[in-house]
């Protein structure tokens, strides 16, 4: 497949101009890099460390569910498998990973994360996160 910069240079060198569609890949690249950089935001926000398992794990289940909102409702059923299948990792193992990436931040800076929940929460379960991840998120683009 051919890059945006690719088909813009074939199409100036034959004096074309660029076609809406060229546009909206450009767009949607653009859209998907600004995505994952809220996603990093946030997941920092909450005091995760990017040098736990969980932390790669919870960006990758944040971007499916903001995608695909419904994952949030059989996080073990279909999100969990999913993700067990791109990073060739057992759902188990995602699911502890991604608990324990929680646990830390929580157990380092209660407060931290405290402060992004509008709620009050004590150790915040995996599906409480993804939630909050998704409706700021939203909210936020």
Request: avoid cysteine; aromatic fraction near 10%.
């Amino acid at each position: 497949m051919l890059s945006t910069n690719t088909i813009i240079n074939e199409k100036e060198e034959k004096g074309k101009y660029l076609f809406p569609a060229d546009q909206s890949v450009k767009n949607t690249e653009m859209h998907t890099d600004q995505l994952e950089r809220t996603v990093i935001r946030f997941i920092q926000k909450l005091g995760i460390r990017p040098n736990l398992i969980g932390y790669h794990l919870l960006i990758k289940a944040i971007l499916m569910a903001i995608k695909s909102p419904n994952l949030l409702k059989s996080l073990t059923k279909e999100l969990y498998p999913k993700i067990a299948k791109d990073y060739g990792k057992n759902v188990k193992a995602v699911e502890r990973n991604m608990r324990k990436a929680i646990e830390s931040a929580y157990e380092y800076d209660p407060q931290r994360i405290q402060s992004v929940f509008y709620y009050k929460v004590d150790k915040p379960y995996i599906s409480e996160v993804l939630s909050m991840a998704v409706e700021s998120i939203r909210y936020e683009l």
